[in-house]
């Protein structure tokens, strides 16, 4: 039989167990199941109706599409399209208003993309005919809600004319160059440039317009005349002036405003 002391003994237990836990198979951790995040979005009773409304409005009209084909389309109660908007005017408001804020957005942001103004008159042109070629175009929502509408002050007439006012912006800037003219005794003329500028712009039933004539006051002769006159041969001089002329239009702004009732 073999002995051990007291201080081998305890050394060999701990060796003992320092192989086993080194030797030991690890036990496998329990991993935490995957989290899974789900975002759901509801969609009000008011956007679904007027989802639904401006699908049907556009591609069949106004007049053709009644509440209870809005309703069928949306999934949801009268009492909920009555309650929201009131009557099937205001749904056509609503319809109508959103069109329009759409077509603001898409305008802006288009011509926020070119700095050059020959750019962005053209970026207005290809916004057009991209709108032409869509398969689901049915022509301006605005022009055909018009012509099914009546002429008085109804929200389809206040809309479109809001929208309108809003796209009715002219503006034009001209340069005028003449060059070197031929004169009397041998005399040419000197070039002359002048500037002019247009703006007007119309809002609902206001229209406000500014012209601007030879911006650079540029001054310059119109017109030039000489008169064959005799001042020495006879005892009364003719009193008629040898040589004449015209100054041309001095710097001008005119500003007008016109409201239409």
Not at 188 to 209: E, M
């Amino acid at each position: 039989m073999c002995r051990l002391r007291r201080g081998e003994h305890t050394r060999a237990k701990a060796e003992a167990g320092h192989d086993a836990a080194c030797c030991a198979t690890p036990r496998p951790t329990q991993e935490e199941p995957p989290r899974i995040t789900a975002v759901v979005r509801f969609k009000l009773p008011a956007d679904v109706t007027l989802a639904a409304a401006t699908e049907l409005f556009y591609a069949e009209g106004i007049h053709t599409v009644g509440i209870d084909r809005v309703i069928e389309r949306a999934g949801v109660a009268k009492a909920s399209l009555y309650s929201t908007f009131g009557s099937k005017d205001e749904l056509v408001r609503a319809y109508l208003q959103a069109r329009a804020e759409a077509r603001r957005t898409r305008y802006t942001e288009r011509l926020a993309r070119y700095p050059d103004p020959r750019d962005r008159i053209l970026a207005i042109f290809d916004l057009l005919a991209e709108s032409v070629v869509a398969p689901s175009y049915r022509g301006c929502a605005f022009i055909n809600a018009s012509a099914e509408g009546p002429r008085d002050d109804s929200p389809v007439t206040q809309v479109t004319r809001e929208m309108r006012g809003w796209l009715r912006a002219l503006g034009g800037l001209g340069i005028t160059y003449v060059g070197p003219r031929a004169l009397p005794f041998g005399e040419r003329s000197d070039p002359v440039v002048t500037l002019d500028g247009s703006l007007q712009v119309s809002w609902a039933h206001t229209t406000l317009a500014v012209k601007a004539a030879n911006l650079l006051d540029t001054r310059y002769r119109l017109g030039e005349y000489n008169d064959a006159s005799d001042f020495h041969s006879q005892a009364q001089p003719t009193l008629a002036v040898a040589r004449q002329f015209t100054a041309g239009a001095p710097r001008s702004v005119l500003v007008q405003l016109e409201v239409h009732l």
